[in-house]
């Protein structure tokens, strides 16, 4: 049977060692782009992973992969360096809180024992000796306008080992197999659909579809190994979503069957498999003798953790922030500026907040991250709180007035107390 429906069995402990000994490794970009997020250990624990498959010539990288990695680099980069003063913001939030709940107690007027100060101050000290250790820390961090020394890695390793790209017509026969696929559920890529329809990707005059990411790099993965027959494939994904892991009671099984059944059936390739980047770190290790610590796959295990949690997140957030999109043109509600404009939670999250419309509003960066830190507020009848102007409001938003209430009596008044 197994020569019948190869899919459905698990490769043996001596193919699997053989498969690592002779496959060919193909990167999707997230697993690239994690390197920007790994400790420093990790990430030169799998780049000597990687050169040492590079210099075997066993790396390559799809088109797609490497053009979504270039068009996400950036964001990725600020998003690290953002953590700093979101940090910084935390113990903000913490000291002001205890303060203020200290002071309620009224204990300099109440008690002759406990003196909060003591406390206050020695905090504070700890505090400032932190602040003072992410200063140095972010003035080594990578920022959008250094050199990228991660890319420079990166462009070395893969050098003559990127796919060619899909000329507009198979870009077209794909987005049509890809609508015919999506709806039959038939993997990869449906799982982004109702999270990236309508955005693109522009690349040599071409709009890419954002929803078909993941059809063009599984056809790109498909051609690849008509056109060279490699011995093996080993495709490393850290992309998590249902259409491309096989999933039973919760358990990670492997890759989809039905990914398995088209390999072999339109490439004749049965060594095909894939694996996470944890995954991959540990096997690479045993089968390939390359030394990787395990404080370093523990690493990528809890990144890739972080994603899946963070992705399953921006997923909700997406979906509020496109029916916002629809109702205001992708325009801020305080100032109107077009573009770039981002989901904010009226009460949040943090603290309760759910993450649907009437607790959503859509704003600039500049006034998503004010309003968030509580300069500014909304009253009732829409007119701004601690800033000129009002909110526009589109009738059918259903902003919920104890959601505006609480930022007001919450977020808006701790920033004043601050």
């Known amino acids: 049977m197994k020569d019948l429906f190869p899919q459905f069995y698990r490769l043996a402990d001596s193919e699997l060692a053989e498969l690592f000994k002779s496959a060919v490794f193909i990167f999707d970009a997230n697993m690239l782009l994690h390197l920007y997020r790994y400790p420093k250990k990790a990430r030169d624990?799998?780049?000597?992973?990687?050169?040492?498959?590079?210099?075997?010539?066993?790396?390559?990288?799809?088109?797609?992969?490497?053009l979504e990695f270039q068009s996400n680099r950036l964001s990725v980069i600020a998003d690290?360096?953002?953590?700093?003063?979101?940090?910084?913001?935390?113990?903000?939030?913490?000291?002001?809180?205890?303060?203020?709940?200290?002071?309620?107690?009224?204990?300099?007027k109440r008690h002759s024992s406990i003196d909060p100060d003591i406390l206050l101050e020695e905090i504070g000290a700890s505090f400032d000796k932190y602040r003072a250790r992410l200063i140095l820390l972010e003035n080594e961090q990578l920022d959008v306008h250094h050199e990228d020394i991660i890319r420079?890695?990166?462009?070395?390793?893969?050098?003559?080992?990127?796919?060619?790209?899909?000329?507009s017509e198979e870009i077209d026969e794909i987005f049509k197999d890809g609508v015919v696929r999506y709806k039959a559920k038939?993997?990869?890529?449906?799982?982004?659909?109702e999270e990236k329809k309508g955005t693109y990707i522009i690349d040599r005059g071409i709009y890419l579809?954002?929803?078909?990411?993941?059809?063009?790099?599984?056809?790109?993965?498909?051609?690849?190994?008509?056109?060279?027959?490699?011995?093996?494939?080993?495709?490393?994904?850290?992309?998590?979503?249902?259409?491309?892991?096989?999933?039973?009671?919760?358990?990670?099984v492997g890759p989809r069957t039905e990914l398995l059944a088209e390999v072999f059936s339109e490439t004749g390739l049965s060594n095909f498999y894939m694996y996470n980047s944890e995954r991959?770190?540990?096997?690479?290790?045993?089968?390939l003798g390359i030394p990787v610590e395990k404080d370093s796959i523990e690493q990528v295990k809890t990144i890739s953790s972080e994603r899946i949690k963070l992705g399953s997140r921006l997923y909700k957030e997406n979906r509020v922030r496109l029916h916002l999109m629809q109702m205001y043109g992708d325009r801020c509600q305080i100032c109107s500026f077009d573009g770039a404009s981002e989901a904010?939670?009226?009460?949040?999250?943090?603290?309760?907040?759910?993450?649907?419309?009437?607790?959503?509003?859509?704003?600039?960066?500049?006034?998503?991250?004010?309003?968030?830190?509580?300069?500014?507020?909304?009253?009732?009848d829409f007119t701004l709180l601690g800033l000129e102007g009002s909110l526009q409001a589109d009738r059918n938003?259903?902003?919920?007035?104890?959601?505006?209430?609480?930022?007001?009596?919450?977020?808006?008044?701790?920033?004043?107390?601050?």
Not at 49 to 64: A, D, F, K
Not at 280 to 287: G, N, V
């Open 152 to 167: 420079s890695e990166i462009e070395k390793l893969f050098t003559d080992k990127i796919g060619s790209s899909f000329s």
């Open 397 to 418: 938003h259903g902003i919920s007035m104890d959601s505006l209430k609480f930022h007001r009596e919450n977020v808006y008044r701790r920033s004043e107390t601050n």
């Open 209 to 252: 579809r954002r929803e078909f990411g993941d059809l063009i790099v599984w056809k790109e993965i498909l051609q690849y190994i008509k056109s060279k027959k490699p011995k093996g494939v080993i495709f490393v994904t850290d992309d998590n979503k249902q259409d491309w892991w096989l999933r039973v009671n919760g358990k990670t």
């Open 45 to 66: 624990d799998l780049l000597r992973i990687l050169v040492g498959l590079s210099l075997e010539n066993r790396l390559w990288l799809p088109y797609q992969s490497a």
């Open 80 to 108: 690290q360096r953002e953590k700093y003063g979101k940090v910084d913001s935390v113990i903000s939030d913490i000291e002001a809180r205890l303060r203020k709940e200290l002071d309620a107690l009224e204990l300099r």
């Open 186 to 193: 038939r993997p990869p890529g449906y799982a982004d659909e």
């Open 280 to 287: 991959f770190m540990s096997l690479a290790s045993q089968y």
């Open 344 to 380: 904010a939670s009226i009460i949040p999250v943090s603290e309760g907040g759910a993450r649907v419309l009437r607790n959503t509003l859509l704003l600039c960066p500049n006034h998503h991250k004010t309003f968030d830190r509580g300069a500014f507020s909304v009253n009732d």
